[in-house]
């Protein structure tokens, strides 16, 4: 398959989005189903642009997070759907979210920094839980005596609040003091 | 035990997207203070009072309760409506968090601090002793409201759900096999023909006469003859090496039950026969 | 939510068939989602019979299995999205190779034989992988004790290496010193 229609290529596209089991990036949808098509990357980002606005009056949308694209329920029809599990979505207790919070704001953090903005200790526990959940990682250590892990949040992160960036995280200039808003700027051009 | 998130503006829970406690809630505002008129269960004070983060939290929530500012944060009511709440927890026999009596402390200090008179050399430059803990209620508030917002942003399991759709049957993965060179493989045949030779030089008589070779050898001198004398099979040229090989052949040979030994009565000559039933 | 609009019913079951683990059946969406939905059988039907026409053409399909209804790929696009799970199988060991080599440059060759020049044994694996990468077959039985089987390499191996045959393989005499070279005839006329 040398040369592919569009209508083929949006079908093809629309159909890995889907079946893939996580969100699907441009460059991974190059490096798998389109291997050898050589669709360009202008043609892809029209191609998922237009299936955006198909899906845009649908049950379901797609959305762009940060490790790519999938398609997702619109929330405001989330009280009927989670009657499809028996189970509720898991709550987080305010140490638990803002512990994360602060992780997401200022990252990289250190417990030791955490419990200071927080004036109580951060259990062990917290941090277990997020890690297991993969949404937060150590990114290093701080060069304090101890050496403490420095803590950073993860695509995983964003992918589960639907952001595609941590600059969508609400009222971001509030949070960061100018050196860690050097650090953040840093840490997006790598990604 | 996961208490509600307070709104933005540090009271605590109302509405959030977390469930209230029922019977803590009165207007929105949580009743801490055992108001005359209504009797409420101790148990529920203790979640009220459990609810709070820290220091800083309950701090927060005084602050705003009596309509403060906190950037002028008057010490001395806020102490002692912290205390209060303080004793409460303690006579509650509330796990109290060593955080709480810090803050006490933290909060004895700068009342006394306030209450000294500033002598007349003191340093004009000196800070207000406010300024830390006021700094610190600010983070917090900041911290407390991203994880409100933080809670109400919607998340995959309870306000979104990822779509998925099944693979046709016809879809299977594809495992990418190796590839390899003509000159890979050139290159193969080159070395293990070198390392055959390297292997010959060294043990040139065990490979010339070598076991297989002669189990061959063996199978094909006795091919079609009914019995052939052991002793026909071994040449003295070939000396005690090749008597060896060839001793360890018929041993194989039996083993795989290629051949029979036979011998007529003890001290007879053994004649070596083939088993001709396993050919072919 | 006491009536529900065709436009909302359609979202709702088209969302709730893509976020569920497994087919969903009529029976099943009425007592999940559309609980007290109050939402006939006929209508539903009919939301169902709609949106499988509104997928005809899309690269996934609404289709009826014995559990119920359920999204799948057009099946169609299975090359290209197999390729979602592609794997690249290890690098082929150096036994691997020398066997091919072998094969490929004294064929027909018993496995008996190449163990005996590579001094070692071959194991029944890399002759499977080989056979399963249809580079080489069994192309008789050796008239010998055992009567082992004589591989040698197929058309599937030319092609592979772009060789007309087997003549273009890469001229070992360059390769060999002398003494090697003889070994190699005394070794040829054993055959």
Redesign the interface.
């Known amino acids: ?1 040398a040369k592919i229609s569009d209508a083929q290529l ?7 989005i ?3 089991e996580g969100p699907l990036s441009e460059e991974k949808l190059q490096e ?4 050898d ?1 050589g669709v360009s990357g202008k043609r892809l980002s029209a191609i998922l642009k237009e299936l955006e606005l198909d899906y845009r009056a ?3 949308q797609l959305v762009k997070v940060a490790s790519g694209y ?6 405001s ?2 009280p ?5 599990w028996q189970e509720q ?7 638990m ?2 512990t ?3 992780i ?2 200022r990252q990289p953090i250190t417990r030791g920094e955490i419990e200071d ?5 951060v259990s062990s526990h917290i941090i277990k839980t997020l890690s297991e959940r993969g949404w937060i990682k150590t990114v290093g250590h701080k060069e304090v005596p101890g050496r403490p892990a420095l803590y950073a949040t993860t695509k995983a992160f964003l ?5 595609s960036s941590l600059e969508e ?3 971001m200039q ?2 960061i003091a100018p050196e860690q808003d050097k650090l953040l700027q840093q840490d997006n051009e790598l990604h | 035990m996961c208490p509600p998130l307070s709104d933005a503006h540090g009271l605590p829970p109302s509405s959030g997207v977390q469930q209230p406690l029922p019977l803590a809630f009165v207007h929105g505002e949580a009743l801490i203070e055992k108001p005359e008129d209504l009797y409420i269960p101790p148990d529920a004070l203790e979640v009220i009072l459990e609810s709070f983060e820290g220091p800083l939290d309950l701090l927060l929530y005084l602050i705003r309760k009596q309509k403060f500012d906190i950037l002028t944060l008057p010490v001395l009511q806020i102490t002692r409506q912290y205390m209060e709440y303080v004793e409460l927890m303690l006579e509650l026999k509330l796990e109290l968090a060593a955080e709480y009596l810090l803050m006490a402390a933290i909060l004895a200090e700068i009342k006394s601090r306030l209450l000294l008179p500033k002598r007349p050399d003191a340093d004009q430059d000196e800070e207000d002793p406010r300024a830390e803990l006021i700094r610190r209620l600010q983070e917090y508030e900041l911290i407390k409201k991203a994880a409100g917002e933080m809670d109400a942003l919607p998340r995959l399991e309870r306000d979104l759900f990822a779509a998925s759709a099944q693979t046709s049957d016809s879809v299977a993965p594809i495992r990418i096999l190796p590839t390899v060179t003509l000159h890979e493989l050139a290159l193969s045949f080159q070395d293990v023909l070198k390392r055959a030779a390297a292997f010959e030089h060294h043990h040139i008589k065990k490979e010339a006469l070598s076991t297989r070779e002669r189990m061959s050898r063996i199978l094909d001198v006795i091919r079609g003859r009914e019995f052939v004398p052991f002793a026909q099979l071994f040449s003295v040229e070939e000396g005690r090496a090749g008597v060896v090989v060839t001793f360890l052949a018929v041993l194989e040979l039996v083993k795989e039950s290629l051949i029979d030994l036979v011998q007529a009565e003890p001290y007879a000559d053994i004649h070596v026969k083939a088993k001709l039933a396993e050919r072919d």
Chains 1, 3 share one sequence.
């Open positions: 398959m949006k079908q093809l596209v629309e159909a890995a889907f079946v893939a798998t189903v389109l291997l098509l649908r049950g379901i999938r398609f997702q329920s619109m929330d029809l989330a009927w759907l989670s009657k499809l979505a898991p709550r987080y207790s305010r140490a979210l803002e994360l919070a602060l997401a704001y903005v927080r004036g109580v200790s992918d589960y609040f639907s952001l995280l609400p009222d509030e949070f």
